[in-house]
């Protein structure tokens, strides 16, 4: 579209831009009481009004964007129609194309899957044994690499060569370390033979010295037992007559023991005796000092309540007795 078109077809706008600027003019030049009701009214109505032209703005856009939305639409479709042509005959080659790709890629794998079959990861692929190693070393050499191998035979070659040099010498490493590893085992055994025979013939040795032990001791204690016999018949008779003697002996201290028991069963009950009478002499003492003085305190007590009362001695004395008695509650006599 020329710009001339493009003048052309924003012309309808015009009207629209007159009409804002003599809005601009006059929002420039009109002042709102805002806090008044009138004032307030007033701007609303001018907001309304501004609205409106916003409005009328949308709508003209609208109209105006029609014709070109639909025109879109018609460019597409044709493009999108003449796009499907293109790739139908597109697909015509690229299928072929793709299908010898594919066949490269995996022509290519394969070859890439052969020499990782060659190449020993460091760590991982390391035999542990020459046995497993020779294995290895032999499955390596059993691959033929020659022309079949296309452009990676190059490749193919020297991932086997690097195996085999690294495998010859881990097999070199490995015979020679179990070659040691069996002598030394070879030592070992010897020796644990002969640390065998030495503790058999230790072991033979004190069996010996201990079954000669046990014969002196079996001896020993023969004799020891005579002795101790002999002993203690010595001892029996001794302890038999120390234990006449001690006989006797508690026989008179128990005797003595009888009499000396009698005597002071005697003193006891007599003191006993004592203490009961005066304790009896006591308490006889004790309940008379009471009655003398519970009879002094009620005496005292009737004596008050006469002063403060109008009733007669014999009435008061009643009184004090109920109160003691617990007759009259609340009320105590304090001895």
Same mark, same amino acid.
């Given at each position: 579209?020329?710009?001339?078109?493009?003048?052309?077809?924003?012309?309808?706008?015009?009207?629209?831009?007159?009409?804002?600027?003599?809005?601009k003019?006059?929002?420039?030049?009109?002042?709102?009481?805002?806090?008044?009701?009138?004032?307030?009214?007033?701007a609303?109505?001018?907001?309304?009004?501004?609205?409106?032209?916003k409005?009328?703005?949308?709508?003209?856009?609208?109209?105006?964007?029609?014709d070109?939305?639909?025109?879109?639409?018609?460019?597409?479709?044709?493009?999108?129609?003449?796009t499907?042509?293109i790739?139908?005959?597109?697909?015509?080659?690229?299928?072929?194309?793709?299908?010898?790709?594919?066949?490269?890629?995996?022509?290519?794998?394969?070859?890439?899957?052969?020499?990782?079959?060659?190449?020993?990861?460091?760590?991982?692929?390391?035999?542990?044994?020459?046995?497993?190693?020779?294995?290895?070393?032999?499955?390596?050499?059993?691959?033929?690499?020659?022309?079949?191998?296309?452009?990676?035979?190059?490749?193919?070659?020297?991932?086997q060569?690097?195996?085999?040099?690294?495998?010859?010498?881990s097999?070199?490493?490995?015979?020679?370390?179990?070659?040691?590893?069996?002598?030394?085992? /070879?030592?070992? &055994? +010897? $020796? %644990?033979?002969?640390? @065998? !025979?030495?503790?058999?013939?230790?072991? #033979? *040795?004190? =069996?010996?010295?201990?079954?000669?032990?046990?014969?002196?001791?079996?001896?020993?204690?023969?004799?020891?037992?005579?002795?101790?016999a002999?002993?203690?018949?010595?001892?029996? /008779?001794?302890? &038999? +007559? $120390? %234990?006449?003697?001690? @006989? !006797?002996?508690?026989k008179?201290?128990? #005797? *003595?023991? =009888?009499?000396?028991?009698?005597?002071?069963?005697?003193?006891?009950?007599?003191?006993?005796?004592?203490?009961?009478?005066?304790?009896?002499?006591?308490?006889?003492?004790?309940?008379?000092?009471?009655?003398?003085?519970?009879?002094?305190?009620?005496?005292?007590?009737?004596?008050?309540l006469?002063?403060?009362?109008?009733?007669?001695?014999?009435?008061?004395?009643?009184?004090?007795h109920?109160?003691?008695?617990?007759?009259?509650?609340?009320?105590?006599?304090?001895?």
């Amino acid at each position: 579209m020329t710009a001339t078109e493009t003048m052309n077809h924003l012309a309808p706008y015009e009207p629209l831009r007159a009409q804002i600027a003599e809005l601009k003019e006059a929002n420039a030049n009109t002042v709102f009481r805002y806090e008044e009701p009138k004032g307030n009214k007033l701007a609303r109505s001018h907001v309304a009004s501004l609205r409106t032209v916003k409005g009328d703005i949308e709508r003209k856009r609208k109209e105006l964007k029609a014709d070109a939305l639909e025109y879109g639409r018609k460019v597409d479709a044709v493009a999108k129609e003449l796009t499907g042509e293109i790739e139908a005959m597109i697909d015509v080659h690229q299928g072929p194309l793709d299908l010898i790709e594919s066949r490269e890629e995996a022509r290519k794998t394969r070859h890439l899957a052969n020499i990782a079959s060659l190449t020993l990861i460091p760590g991982i692929d390391e035999p542990a044994t020459s046995e497993a190693c020779s294995k290895k070393l032999a499955y390596i050499k059993s691959f033929a690499v020659d022309d079949k191998w296309e452009e990676f035979k190059t490749q193919a070659l020297e991932a086997q060569a690097t195996s085999v040099r690294r495998l010859e010498g881990s097999l070199t490493k490995l015979l020679r370390s179990e070659a040691e590893a069996a002598e030394l085992a /070879k030592h070992r &055994e +010897a $020796q %644990a033979k002969r640390d @065998a !025979e030495e503790a058999a013939r230790i072991t #033979a *040795e004190v =069996q010996a010295r201990r079954e000669a032990a046990l014969v002196l001791a079996a001896e020993t204690k023969a004799k020891r037992e005579a002795a101790d016999a002999a002993m203690a018949e010595a001892r029996k /008779k001794e302890a &038999e +007559a $120390q %234990a006449a003697i001690a @006989a !006797e002996k508690e026989k008179t201290r128990k #005797a *003595e023991l =009888q009499v000396a028991k009698a005597k002071q069963e005697k003193a006891e009950a007599e003191a006993r005796a004592a203490r009961e009478e005066q304790a009896k002499r006591d308490a006889e003492a004790k309940r008379a000092a009471n009655v003398t003085h519970r009879e002094k305190v009620i005496d005292e007590a009737v004596e008050a309540l006469v002063r403060s009362t109008e009733i007669n001695r014999d009435d008061a004395k009643n009184v004090i007795h109920g109160i003691i008695a617990g007759e009259i509650p609340h009320v105590t006599v304090n001895f």
